[in-house]
């Protein structure tokens, strides 16, 4: 599937679905879209297509850590920063996603993604799909961290 019938199957998809979603600029993806209220809870998601893996979709929510969370995590030092790392690439790796800690916006924030490579498969059904286990992979996360952090 080419980019651009790519970008416009998902965007055909979510029309048909819809849902609410606007283009992002980005130098790294062939193209982005963010939905701003995707499935039962209603969060923001992320669908992209990677420059540096032509014909794979990545979907995925990121989960923004409380201030306090923030705080605590900002005072780690770089050992500390990486046990913790680990613990949530673990927890994580056990609900079969794939995790980022990232900062955006002054936030700490733990990204979550579904990964659909199996190129001849990406179809209106698996997008759905991978977008409502983002969704709850999303809230699994969030409590994780509230349990642990």
């Known amino acids: 599937m080419s980019a651009s019938r790519m970008q416009d199957n998902v965007a055909r998809w979510l029309t048909h679905e819809s849902m609410s ?14 939905v701003k209220h995707a499935r039962q809870y209603g969060i923001p998601v992320d669908i992209f297509e990677p420059k540096s893996q032509p014909g794979v979709l990545v979907i995925g929510a990121k989960v923004i850590m409380k201030n306090s969370q923030i705080s605590r995590y900002l005072g780690f030092n770089e050992e500390e920063k990486e046990k913790f790392e680990q613990k949530v690439t673990n927890f994580c790796n ?31 059904q698996t997008v759905f799909d991978a ?19």
Do not use: A, P, W
């Open 131 to 149: 977008l409502d286990r983002v969704s709850e992979m999303h809230e699994k996360t969030s409590r994780f961290l509230l349990k642990t952090f």
């Open 21 to 34: 979603f606007e283009g992002v600029k980005s130098s790294e993806n062939l193209f982005q879209v963010l």
């Open 94 to 124: 056990s609900i079969q996603v794939i995790s980022k800690i990232i900062t955006e916006d002054g936030k700490q924030k733990v990204g979550v993604y579904v990964v659909l490579d199996d190129k001849e498969n990406i179809n209106q």
